[in-house]
């Protein structure tokens, strides 16, 4: 089993409509859960990081984490053409070193 | 505020060779990560400085990587001798406080043949 699991898509989304990504984790003791954004041959972006189960809201994102259940997911609303990227969950192990998943690489479709 | 900056943006080797990667953390940023992106897998941690310090090492491959952060502020990640398998994507990042947000930099694509 993966320590970070990430379905690796392709996820196709219209424009417009709710693209989401899931992540599940294996480390129970995992403190602290990011979702990147990689383009294609660019560094990867932070877009939200989340600490506390729970849902945290940023413009059109929101990040949630059930740590009882091990996943955190990634909500993104009205999708847009621009949102299409890689989406990379990761997750901090001991406060210090980032487990990442494989990615989702996701396409918002006009 | 400039971001994490890498150098190489390329570099394609033989074989044998030496390859020196070289990060710029963000100003101020006492944790320095090395992170590495084979094709196809996962990204995969290195090592974690603090400031001169490493403070983790244990994702390093094998004794062919030497990294260091002399005087804490940019870092160096040498590969000798190189082979095919070290080929890949080599990301830096850094980060403020331990266990805060990390950011990362455009990283180095190593192509060993």
């Known amino acids: 089993q993966k320590e970070v699991e990430q379905n690796s898509g392709p996820l196709s989304v219209p424009e417009g409509a709710i693209a989401s990504l899931n992540c599940t984790y294996s480390?129970?003791?995992?403190?602290?859960f990011f979702w990147y954004r990689q383009y294609s041959g660019k560094s990867p972006e932070l877009i939200m990081s989340?600490?506390?189960?729970g849902d945290k809201e940023d413009g059109r994102f929101t990040a949630q984490l059930n740590k009882a259940s091990q996943y955190v997911s990634l909500l993104i609303r009205d999708s847009q053409p621009s949102d299409s990227a890689t989406y990379l969950c990761?997750?901090?192990?001991?406060?210090?070193?980032?487990?990442f998943g494989q990615g989702t690489r996701l396409t918002i479709n006009p | 505020e400039a971001g994490v900056t890498q150098f190489p943006s390329h570099s394609v080797i033989e074989k044998g060779q030496t390859v020196t990667l070289r990060c710029d953390p963000i100003?101020?940023?006492?944790?320095l990560y090395w992170y590495r992106r084979v094709m196809g897998k996962e990204i995969k941690f290195l090592l974690h400085?603090?400031?001169?310090?490493?403070?983790?090492e244990s994702g390093m491959p094998n004794n062919r990587f030497l990294a260091e952060r002399t005087g804490g502020t940019y870092s160096t990640l040498k590969v000798q001798p190189a082979e095919l398998e070290d080929s890949g994507v080599y990301f830096c990042?850094?980060?403020?406080?331990?266990?805060?947000?990390?950011?990362f930099g455009q990283g180095t694509r190593l192509t060993v043949v």
């Open positions: 990042a850094s980060s403020q406080i331990l266990g805060s947000e990390a950011f």
């Open positions: 480390d129970r003791g995992s403190q602290s």
């Open positions: 989340i600490y506390s189960n």
């Open positions: 990761a997750v901090s192990q001991g406060a210090q070193k980032l487990v």
């Open positions: 100003s101020g940023h006492d944790n």
């Open positions: 400085f603090v400031k001169e310090s490493k403070q983790d």
